[in-house]
């Protein structure tokens, strides 16, 4: 015969079925207890993990940046360009991708403040001629994103035409700077804010960390929130400095010409993708019988 499990029911004495109906709620409380515990913890964990993965992904992010390489008669000077900035950065990548700014003279050069290139009349000009009016039909819109981007040394920003012809402070296209400017004390960063309330009706102030970076630094506080910067030097600053001490004419322009002999992206994680090729190709018709019948 087949062995057959019985479960015996067991009885149990009044004392002890009185004390079941004593510690079963309680026991059933705890059990709930643990569970609640249990899924706070497994929320917490749940919004750690969440919060690593954002800050990883935005650090990722962070490090995608476009980077371009300037060849110059002086040396080399390498920029990064800042995704907060992108009608800016987007602009730049395609002037360099038509290799326009081959050959441009960094045509404006002012010691202790900066030196400016991308007049695309520079090319071919004569010794002495004046430069800085050259420029492509459009504009950008400015991107002024203060305290967080700002004048401070090796700063890349774009050139624009002056307030009285440009009241909404719109960039040129192709015109740029890179700053070089000098370290502030105190007094002159109080007069750089006093000049600043006058020009933008109160509407940039230096914060601590920014008149920090002024002090020991250096820059031009006086063109923030007044010209876009959308970059800076991540090597060859030594090149920049270099340049702004060359000796120029009385419109700045260098004595011996200062040339980008080549602009090149050195990584462009925005570059457009290929356009696939949408011709379909032809079809080919079966090649008619030519044998000659037997």
Same mark, same amino acid.
């Given at each position: ?57 935005? *650090? +990722? ?5 476009? #980077?371009? /390489?300037?060849?110059? &008669?002086? $040396?080399?000077? !390498? =920029? ?105 004390? *105190? +007094? ?5 804010? #006093?000049? /600043?309330?006058?020009? &933008?009706? $109160?509407?940039? !102030? =230096? ?88």
């Amino acid at each position: 015969m087949p062995k057959t499990f019985l479960i015996k029911r067991v009885g149990f004495p009044l004392f002890n079925k009185q004390l079941l109906l004593i510690l079963y709620p309680i026991f059933i409380s705890k059990v709930n207890n643990m569970k609640k515990i249990m899924l706070s913890m497994m929320a917490v964990l749940l919004t750690l993990v969440t919060a690593v993965y954002a800050q990883n992904q935005g *650090d +990722a992010s962070a490090q995608q940046q476009a #980077e371009v /390489l300037l060849e110059t &008669t002086e $040396g080399n000077i !390498q =920029l990064v360009l800042y995704n907060e900035t992108p009608q800016h950065r987007d602009n730049f990548l395609k002037l360099v991708r038509m290799n326009f700014y081959d050959s441009l003279l960094f045509h404006r050069v002012v010691k202790d403040f900066m030196i400016q290139g991308g007049d695309l009349n520079s090319k071919h000009a004569q010794p002495g001629q004046r430069l800085g009016t050259g420029d492509l039909d459009y504009t950008i819109e400015p991107e002024f994103r203060l305290p967080q981007l700002y004048h401070r040394r090796g700063v890349l920003a774009a050139a624009r035409e002056p307030n009285e012809v440009n009241p909404d402070m719109r960039s040129g296209a192709c015109q740029f700077y890179i700053v070089w400017g000098r370290i502030l004390n *105190d +007094a002159a960063i109080m007069k750089v804010q #006093e000049r /600043l309330d006058i020009l &933008t009706q $109160g509407r940039v !102030q =230096l914060t601590p960390e920014m008149v920090e970076t002024y002090k020991t630094v250096g820059g031009t506080p006086h063109l923030d929130g007044q010209y876009t910067v959308f970059g800076e030097v991540t090597k060859g600053l030594d090149v920049v400095d270099r340049i702004q001490q060359l000796p120029t004419d009385k419109y700045h322009r260098p004595l011996t010409d200062v040339r980008i002999l080549r602009a090149t992206i050195i990584t462009d994680p925005f570059a457009p993708a290929p356009k696939k090729d949408v011709k379909k190709a032809a079809s080919k018709k079966p090649a008619p019988n030519r044998q000659k019948k037997r």
